[in-house]
């Protein structure tokens, strides 16, 4: 692709060189030797990539930097010096720059920071476009429950007021973080997410934190961790409640002091970042046992936000479907395809363990079970055996004890079905309920479930 580029560098040598380079790989390149000048330029005319050194006399390239964001330009801005240190690079991220590139600049390394800065702008203009189409946050709804859920995101996400986020898998919890990031007053601010529950415990220091080049065997190059990377932005930790108690206290001086050390650094680094936290698990329960720590727990547990399973919500599920079939609909080029009310109320008596996660997955098996331009009870029977067309499910409601309880044996009941259906195959009676296997073993558990008896 080919790109507009503009250098600044008070060096005639350098210039020549770069635009040189540039040009031969098919990029237009403009030069300029004054930084105020240039400034002007850019406020004139677009550009798609700047290149700008950083010691020049009348306007230091760092000075022109925090110029060129003030006047709201979002041109990507690589800073470059013969004279580089780490304040200087660590000072031109938080201003804003793309990259730090340390003179002399290697034709390669020039054309693949060109390269990287257009697919990033790329990749931003589509994730604008996919926002636009979802429309708002994003998140689908009817009912009361999630209006007042949403009117406690809104409020929240106007302070610095640290949350947590609770709710089962599947819910869209990662969601509402980033409904809180882009509702706050760091919107213009990078989003950086970690699932504490994905990264090994020996290797998740250096995702937060960051480590120095030769800190440890294996690391190659500096690694710049998620809170530096979240610098003026929201750092959203998912799964928080299986961070490792080492990890926990850690997190916590961050949290306390706001400030993060490298792996083999020598001094620490300031950090401006608004961190959102979410866990399916009970942290009470995980303080009470030992397993969270509790002074990390009050730090954490500001403002929770509970987010309700897809069982408690039916009133949303018809939206939802009409919601997910359309996604997939337009990302398949098929024929639009209805739900007959009939469809959709067995679709409410289901008890969705899976949640959100496993609607979505159902939706779509069901546009491709479906004959005709509707999708039918027969059609629900065939794509989730659970549900019956009409519209109660296969197993038999228990009659007495709370809502929990009997939400709970109905679980059982069908999770006990989908196991008798797949001959005891725990992979595959997963996927039919759209749940990790992980996640299956752990409600198994909790509903009282032996799979070793059940293989006997």
């Not at 560098?9 to 040009?23: H, P, Q």
């Not at 946050?137 to 106007?158: D, Y």
Request: contains cysteine.
């Amino acid at each position: 692709m080919k790109a507009q580029l503009l250098i600044v560098d008070d060096d005639a040598n350098t210039l020549a060189s770069l635009s040189r380079a540039f040009r031969l790989a098919g990029h237009e390149a403009t030069v300029c030797d004054n930084p105020i000048k240039a400034l002007e330029m850019i406020k004139a005319e677009k550009f798609d990539v700047i290149f700008s050194d950083v010691v020049m006399p009348g306007m230091d390239g760092l000075s022109l930097l925090e110029q060129i964001k003030a006047a709201g330009v979002a041109t990507p801005v690589v800073m470059m010096s013969g004279q580089a240190h780490i304040e200087m690079a660590v000072k031109a991220t938080r201003l804003g720059a793309l990259d730090f590139l340390e003179k002399p600049i290697s034709t390669d390394k020039l054309l693949l920071t060109v390269q990287n800065a257009l697919q990033l702008e790329r990749l931003k203009q589509e994730n604008q476009q996919l926002r636009q189409q979802l429309g708002g946050s994003g998140i689908v709804f009817t009912g009361e429950k999630m209006r007042k859920l949403l009117a406690q995101v809104e409020r929240v996400a106007a302070s610095e007021t640290r949350v947590c986020i609770l709710g089962e898998t599947g819910t869209g919890k990662e969601l509402i973080a980033r409904t809180i990031h882009e509702k706050s007053q760091r919107h213009a601010g990078p989003y950086v997410t970690l699932n504490c529950a994905a990264v090994p415990a020996e290797l998740i220091e250096s995702e937060l934190f960051g480590h120095e080049k030769g800190s440890f065997t294996g690391a190659a190059s500096r690694h710049i961790g998620k809170f530096e990377q979240a610098s003026d932005g929201t750092l959203f930790l998912d799964e928080i409640g299986d961070m490792p108690l080492a990890m926990q206290a850690k997190l916590l001086r961050v949290l306390e002091q706001g400030e993060v050390e490298r792996i083999g650094g020598d001094k620490p680094v300031k950090v401006n970042v608004r961190v959102v936290v979410a866990t399916h698990r009970k942290l009470e329960e995980q303080v009470k046992q030992g397993h969270f720590r509790q002074d990390l727990f009050h730090r954490i547990f500001v403002f929770p936000i509970v987010l309700p399973p897809l069982r408690e919500r039916p009133e949303d599920i018809p939206a939802l479907a009409a919601h997910f079939a359309a996604q997939i609909v337009k990302q398949n080029n098929w024929k639009e395809i209805t739900f007959s009310p009939e469809a959709l109320r067995a679709l409410q008596a289901h008890s969705w363990p899976g949640n959100i996660r496993e609607l979505r997955n159902v939706v779509e098996r069901l546009l491709l079970f479906a004959e005709g331009d509707a999708v039918t009870p027969a059609t629900v029977q065939a794509a989730l055996p659970g549900a019956v067309a009409s519209g109660e499910t296969s197993a038999t409601i228990p009659g007495t004890g709370t809502l929990s309880e009997r939400v709970e044996q109905v679980e059982r009941q069908m999770i006990l079905d989908e196991i008798k259906r797949h001959n005891q195959n725990i992979t595959n009676t997963a996927k039919a309920l759209g749940l990790e296997r992980s996640h299956l073993y752990k409600k198994c558990q909790q509903l009282g479930i032996d799979l070793r008896e059940l293989r006997k």
